[in-house]
């Protein structure tokens, strides 16, 4: 970069005054300088990802977070900005202040702004597609310890990263309306290259702005009506992640994305060949999850209706573009459409997928396929169209997300499919970016690295392997052990502004950061702090090591029970930090507005992840991936992803426990929380403090209804479904040997930490992309 061009441009927008400038203002100039700087180099990259082949990323979320620092970072100008702002009397960190684009909901949202990340690094022509929503994530405080949602307007300054594309608009027509769809395009610089992707995000408008006929007729409401209706479509991001509720704006969501990324390939493709003919040699389609999956039949409507191809030939197409992400083994999350629903709003789409359903009988008929079977997996069963089943007829790779979470795909949730197709089958064990997730949200500990292998592991993450050899040198220890100090005492300072709260940084710091789920078990966690706080006052838990339990969490709005547990976690905390006795020893810490930019300061400064959930359920886990990169040891189950760490950096190095997938199934069955309850005096206590006036839920009865949750079962779940009674002693056992570890042999404990860090080099991003750049989309 020129800095003297730069210095030009950038002030050049700025204000006379340039102290007077805003971080809005200063965002915006810095945003179109970098954006006008390296609009050739894009335009060039795009050119390139468009005359071979390439593969286009559809997903419903992709959760980038802040852009000016990472965008910063890739581009290799960090400190060259840096001091620019220096020698203008400006501070670049005054830009924390800029929202993130929070337009996913947790795992599977990042996990796609990952793999933009990592594709573009690796010189891949790879572009995402989803949605430009106006609003996204809720904002979360915490009231009176439960949780409050605010409206995200995370464009409210301004977008300087995005560039609309009038030029590239279109119509989606659903029964009895006709949007527009206007794309919004953001560069994702690769990492010392000169590869940029292209995230397409796209926005709903009216066809017409305002019917001045009505207005003149006097009614104002429904001369808008036109505009609200359209803009409803992209208004705002569905805050569950974990329940399929059917509703049909988030239908027409789908369909408006799916809809409009095909258009926009399709025509890019005639465009360039002048035929569809040979479309599947030149793109490939990755579904994230079933939310587009209405793109097939999408593709095949556009084949048909428009170019005039049977439907047969459209369908084999159609099995050759799309490859479909599993990122769920729970039923209540598989997205299922009422075929009522589907018929009005989208009615010739309705039509091709009775056609998709009868093909796929009719081919597992000729396949000598038992008609229970068939019945199984067709797509439309009684009356709901079952969307995975779909995307697995219609996909040639099918992939789940760990090793153990493809397992479970193929022995039981998609086993049919198994067993009809067992070559569709993939693991893809996830990743994350080194970038954000090491370079820029812990500079410290990236210096000491490169100070002792060079920096190439900003785009080879297995060498962090050499860093092995330090484990046992303790002045490379020591020097580790300060920089955690520092991140720590950063982040203390960051939770004494945003929450008003101190935090002991020579304390352990143990935090569980990630959607508030169930499953996730953060009541277990609670329940744990609780159970150590008795014992400390009745004298059975003694020599306990300061320790901080910070979580972050959100809560989808209307999960009555997570947001309970919310309350719950901030009750316990009440108690510990009042009572004399506990008070220095225990501090639980509930972040606010828990979210990327957030998780940045948090992962960098664990000393202990927390990944408990009940084994089986979790499909992967990335958080617990960012928290061992930076030096966390995983006090967790052997669930997701947590098998592979613990396999890469030794079990030696971790702390494990509670049941198995193979032991659940062998204890299930037999599983009686109450008798765990009656026969266990500390689980007893622990859980009676739901209900025996411990903690108030300020008379919701919320409490109760989780108490009854765990003993009682409560709508179809048997009780305690997710074993918390089960898993709490082994758990509260292993949580308690890892502090006290930490606190008896502080470099025994930082050596483990370390080699966490050194065998995390498989879970960049980086690999998994490539994984799949070669096996299921086969571009270069
Ligand atoms: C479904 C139907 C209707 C409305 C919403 C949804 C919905 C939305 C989001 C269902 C699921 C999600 C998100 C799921 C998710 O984030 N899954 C996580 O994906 C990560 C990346 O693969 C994994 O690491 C996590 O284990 C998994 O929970």
């Known amino acids: 970069m020129d800095k003297k061009v730069f210095m030009e441009k950038f002030t050049g927008r700025l204000p006379k005054d340039i102290k007077s400038a805003t971080p809005q203002q200063l965002h915006n100039a810095l945003g179109e300088t970098v954006m006008e700087l390296y609009s050739d180099r894009w335009s060039v990259a795009r050119e390139e990802h468009l005359s071979k ?53 947790g795992g599977l949202g990042r996990l796609a702004a990952c793999f933009l990340d990592s594709a573009a690094t690796l010189g891949l022509p790879l572009d995402g597609y989803g949605i430009r929503y106006k609003y996204g994530l809720f904002k979360q405080s915490i009231v009176d310890g439960f ?19 009038d030029e590239d608009t279109l119509l989606i027509e659903y029964s009895g ?95 360039r060949f002048g035929t569809l003919d040979n479309l599947a040699d030149y793109i490939s ?44 083994v729970m039923q209540e999350a598989l997205e299922k459409w009422w075929t009522g629903l589907v018929e009005e709003v989208l009615p010739r789409i309705y039509e091709i997928i009775i056609q998709i359903n009868e093909e796929l009988i009719a081919e597992m008929y000729a396949n000598g396929v038992q008609k229970d079977k068939t019945n199984r997996i067709k797509i439309i069963k009684g ?43 993939r693991n893809e064990t996830n990743g994350i970016t080194q970038r954000r997730w090491l370079a820029l949200c812990n500079k410290e500990l990236s210096s000491l690295i490169t100070e002792k292998i060079g920096d ?33 005492q950063q982040l203390a300072d960051y939770i004494k502004a945003r929450e008003g709260v101190e935090t002991d940084p020579n304390s352990v710091f143990d935090i569980q950061i990630k959607r508030l789920h169930e499953y996730k078990r953060q009541l277990l966690n609670a329940f744990s702090i609780l159970w150590i706080y008795y014992g400390i006052k009745d004298g059975s838990i003694t020599n306990f090591k300061p320790t901080t339990f910070i979580f972050g969490a959100k809560s989808a709005p209307g999960y009555k029970r997570a947001k309970a547990i919310i309350k719950y976690i901030n009750e316990i905390g009440r108690i510990v930090s009042t009572d004399p006795d506990t008070r220095d020893l225990i501090k639980v810490v509930f972040v606010q507005n828990y979210n990327v930019s957030y998780a940045e300061k948090l992962v960098a400064a664990a000393d202990v992840s927390e990944q408990i959930s009940t084994a089986g359920t979790e499909a992967s886990g990335t958080g617990n991936m960012k928290l061992m990169l930076n030096g966390a040891v995983t006090l967790g189950t052997y669930d997701g992803a947590n098998i592979e760490i613990v396999q890469e950096a030794g079990e030696e190095n971790n702390y494990i426990f509670g049941a198995r997938v193979e032991d659940l199934a062998r204890i299930v069955p037999e599983y009686d929380s109450r008798r765990v309850f009656a026969e266990d005096k500390m689980i007893k206590r622990v859980v009676s403090s739901l209900i025996d006036g411990t903690v108030s839920d300020g008379g919701s009865g919320d409490f109760r209804e989780l108490y009854m949750s765990l003993l009682d079962g409560a709508s179809w779940h048997a009780p305690d479904h997710y074993y918390l009674l089960g898993d709490i002693r082994s758990y509260v056992e292993t949580k308690l040997r890892c502090i006290s570890d930490y606190d008896s042999d502080r470099a025994a404990f930082a050596r483990k930490q370390w080699l966490n860090m050194c065998n995390a080099g498989k879970f960049s991003s980086d690999r998994t992309i490539a994984d799949y750049a070669e096996n299921i989309w086969n571009i270069k």
Request: charged letters at 30%; hydrophobic letters at 35%; a negative charge.
């Open 53 to 105: 082949r390439r593969a286009a990323y559809l997903s419903m979320e992709f959760l980038v977070g802040r852009a000016v620092f990472n965008n910063l970072l890739c581009l290799g100008i960090y400190d060259e900005v840096n001091d620019a702002f220096k020698e203008l009397g400006l501070d670049l960190a005054d830009l924390e202040v800029i929202e993130d684009a929070a337009l996913g909901n």
């Open 147 to 165: 949780q409050r949602e605010d409206i995200d307007d995370w464009t409210k300054y301004g977008d300087p990263w995005s560039r609309r594309c």
């Open 177 to 271: 309306q006709t949007v527009k769809a206007v794309p919004y395009d953001m560069p994702i610089f690769g990492c010392r290259t000169e590869n940029v992707g292209t995230l397409r995000l796209w926005q709903a408008e009216p066809v017409k702005e305002f019917d001045f006929d009505t207005f003149n007729k006097q009614d104002y409401l429904e001369a808008s009506k036109e505009k609200i209706y359209a803009e409803d479509i992209s208004r705002v991001l569905y805050p569950n992640d974990d329940t399929n509720e059917g509703k049909k704006l988030r239908l027409k969501q789908q369909y408006f994305f799916s809809c409009a990324s095909l258009t926009d390939i399709l025509r890019k493709h005639k465009a």
């Open 285 to 328: 389609v990755q579904l994230n999850d079933t939310h587009p999956v209405i793109s097939i039949p999408e593709l095949i409507r556009q084949l048909v209706d428009n170019e005039g191809w049977t439907f047969e030939k459209a369908l084999s197409t159609a099995k050759k573009v799309f490859n479909y992400t599993n990122h769920t």
């Open 383 to 425: 009356e709901l169209i079952h969307m995975a089943d779909m995307a697995c007829y219609a996909s040639s790779h099918i992939n789940g997300v760990a090793e153990i979470h493809t397992q479970i795909l193929r022995d039981s949730v998609l086993a049919d499919w198994y067993s009809l197709y067992p070559e569709r089958f």
């Open 456 to 488: 190439g592991w900003l785009t080879d993450l297995s060498q962090l392997r050499e860093l092995s050899k330090y484990a046992d040198d303790s002045s490379v220890l020591d020097s580790f052990i300060k920089v955690k100090q520092t991140k720590k």
